[in-house]
């Protein structure tokens, strides 16, 4: 079993999606294939705030923070979701928006091959989605959204400079960031702010889904 890591990456698109801290669970089951892909229980992951936020700049500031607790399959994700967290399955035309940004989006029961529901991605998102493999899931986490925490000057260097995500190269700061978050007093499993980028439902309730993000970043690991 190798050693816990400290997984960084700069949240383009924090729109509560993902990751998704609605619930008392904060999961990220869509985006960031290569972290899904790797990431095992007791990594950090922590996504950082972009100096293009719609906020203001967010550069230097932690997004959210979620210590993985459980890695599990889209497909056991999928199979859990309608007992155990049923408000991370999609629903448009919920008045609840925490429902309407459900993360637990592709459907295994249809068949040999997932279906897309509904939601923040659309079809040019299923490749990179379903790419990533696991769900990470969380309930010890932080999320912060466009009240972005500053980050002490002793761990800003654990952002990334670039595109792709940081991890092997944040081992020095991994125990120091561990540390840190702890200290803050704060207690785990809630929203201490609302996502900073909220899309416009009414333009994916009219085409019932097709909000393709851009190529994700994390393809272009910089670690």
């Known amino acids: 079993m190798r050693k816990p890591r400290l997984y960084t990456y700069i949240v383009r698109t924090d729109d509560g999606a993902a990751p998704n801290p609605f619930g008392g669970m904060c999961s990220l089951t869509i985006c960031k294939p290569k972290i899904r892909s790797s990431a095992i229980r007791g990594d950090w992951v922590v996504g950082v705030g972009s100096r293009h936020a719609p906020s203001g700049g967010l550069s230097g500031k932690m997004i959210y923070a979620m210590k993985v607790e459980e890695v599990v399959t889209l497909k056991d994700y999928d199979a859990r979701a309608p007992k155990e967290w049923s408000c991370k399955i999609p629903d448009l035309q919920s008045l609840d928006l925490a429902d309407r940004l459900g993360d637990c989006i592709y459907d295994y029961s249809v068949g040999p091959k997932p279906a897309q529901r509904p939601s923040v991605h659309g079809p040019k998102n299923i490749k990179t989605d379903l790419g990533g493999k696991n769900a990470l899931i969380s309930k010890e986490f932080y999320y912060f959204g466009g009240r972005a925490k500053q980050l002490p000057?002793?761990?800003?260097?654990?952002?990334?400079?670039?595109q792709g995500h940081r991890s092997h190269k944040n081992e020095p700061y991994r125990a120091a960031f561990e540390t840190w978050i702890r200290s803050l007093g704060l207690s785990p499993g809630q929203l201490?702010?609302?996502?900073?980028?909220?899309?416009?439902?009414?333009?994916?309730?009219?085409?019932?889904?097709?909000?393709?993000?851009?190529?994700?970043?994390?393809l272009e690991d910089i670690d």
């Open 153 to 162: 000057a002793n761990l800003i260097h654990i952002c990334p400079l670039a």
């Open 192 to 218: 201490y702010g609302w996502p900073d980028s909220i899309i416009d439902w009414n333009i994916i309730k009219q085409c019932g889904g097709c909000i393709d993000r851009a190529r994700d970043p994390d």
